[in-house]
């Protein structure tokens, strides 16, 4: 009979801890490795979760167990004989979707913040017992082996890595379930909130059908999403029969559009995961015992495709409409085209150095860094049209995605590292895959103007109206000068952010955190430091008093005419029937 594993969990919710018994029928007689992830899946940089276990002590029939700490997030046990018993303590106060929290309101926690593991034998089955408030309910796609549907209860999984990717939401639940695709789906809504229900359930069918339709198969038998509404928040993690989603409560009433369309896209974002890494998953982190940095140049492929789809979705789906999808690409090359980091860093750069720069971003950060999901996404915008207008219509990334299931999604073999890239050769051919390596490996603009223009979209370009200007559509008040910098209000006046690389702020000396004082000789208030600048002279220098750590110091600013870093699409009606019929097969495809 296989060994089996069992954890048993009890919540102090006042004092934030969940209490943990882990049961090991057949521990390795000379010792017992256990260990805790270095970092959760799909979230990748070394989150040293082990720092939140409090306390942990052994004990085998009878007798105590001596517990030696053999690394930052490991342990090994005396040899002892017959069963061992490991109890442990977890601090949870992490509001995020990627470990885990617990109040007297509720919790929710990540598996891999919660469960040791049991070195040898990730194989085996995992078994759970959950207790908790009997007024509380409990969510989790992780299959149940007694209790009520929502209620505590036992639950298991077939080996290690299934059962740390099964999150679990408790609490007071709001339950919304649907069907899409002829498969039960939920949503679970933990905190206070107005959702309009009726309104959620429409539309997340609609984006679920609509995402069924498109993979013609589904990795999963039901689909849960586990989301906290709180004040203002928003992130998600994507597992294998669930997503775990964060978002501003008032996301979810629909009387803001923009902040429900933001948690549409969210949802259209972690749901497509199920197929693209779930099912067909990134060879290099699926094979990882989650102890250390695995270093990918593909997370354009996982990260960057699902960003162009999220969004195209709800298009396609009937939830944006073409000048509000198109909107959304002009703010997304908008970031790009203000993140000086585009000609330092690569795509695939940007992939490798995930684990050290994405995840830990600084005030500077986009002088020297781009996104992969960001400049990811309009990768595989600029691959899709590519593919259509080189095959004039019979190919695209729609293609790509469905040789990607068939080969892997449907076999189950994880997608090696680099494959993409053969598969875009041997659908349209060596020349095709040529360009997009160089796409993934310059540090360069993408030719995204030309590649709208063949679709009728032109790609206009104008200053930033204000510091809060995103772009994706035109403006008519615009400023005068710009000093390439980014300022937020501050008690004595306004505190200096992001200093732009080479601007005029960076020339004049200035600095993120200083505090600007007094700006040609008047108080520097956030309102009129923004006026002065916006309407000064190009070339006329200026007379800037500012703090630094305390230090009064002075220089003199220079601003210069603006740059035409803010982007919006105009879909040109005078196009001939060629033209149209390319862009509405993009935007209505599958």
């Known amino acids: 009979m296989q060994s089996s594993i069992r954890y048993t969990i009890e919540l102090e919710p006042h004092a934030h801890l969940f209490r943990v018994v882990l049961d090991i029928a057949e521990p390795d007689p000379d010792g017992q490795v256990l260990a805790l992830p270095a970092w959760v899946p799909g979230s990748y940089t070394i989150r040293d979760l082990a720092r939140h276990i409090i306390e942990i002590t052994a004990e085998s029939p009878g007798e105590t167990v001596a ?15 017959g069963a061992l018993r490991v109890s442990y303590r977890v601090y949870a106060l992490d509001q995020s979707v990627r470990t885990a929290f617990l109040d007297h309101l509720g919790g929710f926690f990540n598996g891999p913040a919660l469960f040791l593991r049991v070195l040898g034998q990730e194989q085996c089955r995992h078994f759970l017992s959950i207790s908790g408030p009997e007024n509380w309910q409990l969510a989790t796609s992780m299959p149940r082996v007694s209790g009520a549907t929502w209620g505590w209860g036992d639950f298991q999984a077939e080996n290690y890595r299934a059962f740390i990717d099964h999150p679990m939401l408790m609490g007071t639940l709001t339950l919304l379930n649907f069907e899409a695709g002829g498969l039960p789906h939920y ?22 059908t609509w995402q069924q339709n498109f993979w013609g198969e589904s990795p999963f038998r039901e689909y849960h999403f586990l989301c906290k509404a709180r004040s203002d928040d928003y992130g998600g993690l994507e597992h294998r029969a669930s997503s775990a989603l964060v978002c501003g409560r008032d996301d979810l009433n629909g009387r803001d559009p923009k902040k429900y369309r933001r948690f549409l896209g969210l949802v259209s974002h972690e749901y497509f995961h199920g197929w693209l890494v779930q099912a067909i998953q990134p ?20 990260e960057g495709i699902t960003s162009y789809y999220d969004d195209l979705c709800l298009c396609r789906a009937g939830l944006l409409s073409t000048e509000q999808y198109l909107q959304g690409l002009a703010k997304e090359w908008t970031r790009l085209q203000r ?3 585009q000609f330092l860093q690569s795509v695939a750069e940007s992939s490798e150095d995930a684990w050290l720069k994405l995840y830990h971003p600084h005030v500077n950060s986009a002088n020297f860094e781009i996104s992969y999901y960001n400049k990811g ?42 494959a993409a890239l053969s598969l875009i050769a041997d659908m349209a051919g060596p020349d095709m895959a040529l360009q997009v390596q160089s796409w993934l490996e310059a540090r360069a603009e993408l030719p995204l103007a030309a590649l709208l223009a063949r679709l009728g979209i032109a790609l206009h370009q104008r200053p930033a109206s204000s510091l809060s200007d995103e772009g994706g559509e035109d403006a008519s008040a615009l400023p005068t000068a710009w000093i390439g910098a980014h300022w937020q209000p501050h008690a004595l006046g306004v505190q200096m952010r992001q200093i732009v690389s080479g601007s005029p702020a960076e020339q004049a000396g200035l600095s993120p955190e200083d505090i600007i004082l007094a700006l040609e000789g008047q108080r520097a208030t956030p309102e009129k430091f923004a006026e002065k600048i916006g309407s000064s002279i190009p070339g006329c220098p200026l007379q800037l008093q500012y703090f630094r750590d305390d230090v009064l110091y002075s220089t003199q600013i220079t601003p210069v005419t603006p740059v035409q870093n803010t982007f919006w699409l105009e879909c040109l009606e005078d196009v ?5 019929a390319r862009r509405d097969a993009w935007l209505a495809s599958a």
């Open 339 to 341: 993140r000086p980091g």
């Open 576 to 580: 001939d029937a060629v033209v149209r």
């Open 187 to 208: 949503l679970l809504i933990q905190g206070s909130h107005d959702a309009d229900l009726q309104a959620l359930g429409r539309d997340l069918a609609r984006i679920c």
């Open 67 to 81: 517990l030696r700490k053999i690394a930052t997030d490991r342990w090994i046990s005396a040899p002892s004989r």
């Open 283 to 302: 060879a290099v982190f699926s094979a990882s015992n989650l102890d250390r940095a695995e270093l990918s140049r593909d997370l354009w492929v996982f």
């Open 377 to 418: 996404a309009l990768l595989a915008l600029c691959l899709d049209l590519s593919l259509r207008l080189e095959s004039e219509g019979k190919q695209s990334l729609d293609t790509l995605l469905a040789r990607l299931w068939k080969d892997y999604g449907q076999t189950k073999r994880p997608l090696p590292e680099g």
